[in-house]
């Protein structure tokens, strides 16, 4: 790590004002000046496009334009218009066309993040660059035995990863179970967060803010303020949640209904698991059952420490990171009333999911996690926040001409994650999921899988991965995506 130099003490110094700036701004938002919101509207689903016969034929268009965002006027980023995009329902089997026409000012392309297909060629390929005014035509093809569960798609090209989502491009997949879970309603709730301007744009975003992972002043929900769901009591709705805020972790709470989680990230569990609250991470998903009872109950997100710049930064602890009161934010409220709807069959139990941790590992690998001062030749006047701090794993910034991790497909590796920093960075690795076997020093004692894995501040995590089906180049990072483009993503090759 480089010391600190009084230079880059007194610049970072500057970019804190900026930020504690900015923050103040976001503040007075919704009281007085600034974007006006409109809260407890009826919630919206996203259009639903289903396959059917094995197929699913999409458009999607990227572009900047109007739309409603909490229930005004706004500009942003949409896939056709709409914030989030459509939501795709797919069964396992099936094979996917979405041609992306890229009606963006900036080069683009499209990730299935937590999809299980294969990363070469015109398939979740994150390689590929989608140069404005152009269309790709991508295809997937889903294993018969692709896990059921909530997916979701959003763009991937390194560098403007974190302004696109923040702008509003992303989407939810959702892969069905063979066998169906008898529910009286389905919801998907994708959750994000964005910050906009009187005028309604997106707001831009501070260098400090960027360092932190920007958070949104506004947390939507399908792209709304707060808003409001009915039921009657004794339903069970099965609520597809995606935590699609670019750094915001989420710790969600609905007291006074009967919660149970029916898998997170992709699959679902041998059996529902009753819980009070969830937390998800940037990029992970929550496949809930909510059994209502009768009342109101706010869906809330808690306050979520997941670290801060103050030991590296002389004690300013930077901005970007939204501090709630200890109720948290509300996402929506949920009116139970009426007369009770009639009890439904049980849920179908899963085939207990596979479990490496008797499993003989063929390699065992150290990734660290970094963040370090330094000006990388730069800096001094309003350079990026990846010139000022370095994100990197083991030691190296992302070069899409290196591979960093070359690994023998069929291979049962060991990875131990280690995040050196004062952060919290949610690891993410495509097409393969992680169990989860050691989390700070203690062995899991469950069977654990998830696609995002948090790896706490100046602590580690121990996962074994299964190097099953595809050969070809993809990528794993941190999931806040602020550090994703600033470097903190490394290249995989299986062969
Ligand atoms: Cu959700 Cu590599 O991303
Ligand atoms: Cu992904
Ligand atoms: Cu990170």
């Known amino acids: ?22 923050g103040a701004a976001g503040l007075l938002w919704g009281q007085g000046p600034g974007f006006q919101a409109a809260v407890g509207q009826e919630l919206i689903e996203p259009q639903a496009l289903h396959s059917a016969d094995g197929r699913l034929q999409v458009k999607l268009s990227a572009a900047l334009g109007q739309m409603r965002i909490a ?30 026409e890229n009606k963006l000012a900036d080069p683009t392309n499209l990730h299935v993040h937590g999809l299980h297909v294969s990363p070469r060629g015109n398939s979740d390929n994150v390689l590929v660059s989608i140069e404005p005014g152009t269309s790709f ?22 560098g403007s990863v974190a302004d696109q989502i923040f702008g509003g491009l992303y989407g939810a997949i959702i892969i069905e179970d063979s066998q169906p879970v008898p529910v009286t309603r389905e919801r998907v709730l994708v959750i994000s967060d964005i910050s906009l301007t009187e005028g309604g744009s997106i707001a831009a975003v501070s260098e400090m803010e960027k360092i932190m992972g920007r958070e949104g002043v506004m947390v939507l929900v399908n792209g709304q303020l707060s808003p409001a769901l009915t039921a009657r009591p004794g339903e069970r709705e099965r609520w597809r949640i995606i935590n699609a805020c670019n750094s915001r972790y989420l710790k969600l709470r609905l007291d006074g209904q009967h919660l149970q989680l029916l898998g997170l990230d992709s699959g679902r569990f041998q059996s529902p698991r009753d819980v009070e609250e969830v937390l998800l991470a940037p990029g992970n998903r929550a496949d809930l059952l909510v059994t209502t009872a009768i009342g109101t109950a706010i869906l809330r997100t808690l306050p979520v420490d997941r670290g801060s710049m103050g030991s590296m930064m002389g004690g300013n602890n930077g901005g ?8 948290g934010t ?25 479990d490496l941790r008797a499993t003989p590992v063929s390699a065992h690998r150290e990734l660290v996690f970094a963040m370090e001062m330094g000006m990388n030749g730069g800096g001094m006047g309003g350079g990026r926040g990846s010139e000022m701090m370095s994100f990197t794993i083991d030691g190296r910034p992302f070069d899409p001409a290196r591979v960093d991790t070359t690994v023998p497909a069929g291979a049962v590796e060991e990875w131990t994650l280690r995040n050196t920093s004062p952060m919290d960075h949610p690891v993410h690795l495509h097409v393969w999921p992680m169990q989860i076997i050691e989390q700070a020093g203690r062995p899991v004692d469950s069977v654990v899988w998830q696609d995002v894995v948090n790896v706490p501040a100046r602590s580690s995590v121990r996962v074994r991965i299964a190097f099953d089906d595809f050969t070809g180049k993809t990528v794993y990072h941190c999931h806040i995506l602020d550090h994703e483009d600033s470097g903190m993503m490394g290249l995989i090759e299986v062969r």
């Open 320 to 327: 970007g990171q939204s501090r709630p009161g200890p109720d």
């Open 330 to 354: 509300v996402l929506a409220t949920l009116s139970v009333t009426g007369a009770p709807a009639v009890g439904l069959g049980p849920v179908p139990t899963q085939p207990a999911p596979r």
């Open 1 to 22: 790590m480089q010391p600190l130099s009084r230079r880059s003490a007194l610049f970072l110094g500057g970019a804190g004002v900026v930020a504690t700036a900015t």
């Open 137 to 158: 035509g991508y295809e997937y093809q889903l294993p018969v035995d692709h896990p059921p569960g909530v997916y979701w798609y959003h763009p991937h090209r390194h």
């Open 71 to 100: 229930g005004k006027d706004a500009t942003a980023l949409s896939y056709n218009g709409s914030l989030p995009g459509p939501t795709l329902f797919l069964q396992a089997g099936d094979r996917v066309n979405v041609t992306l």
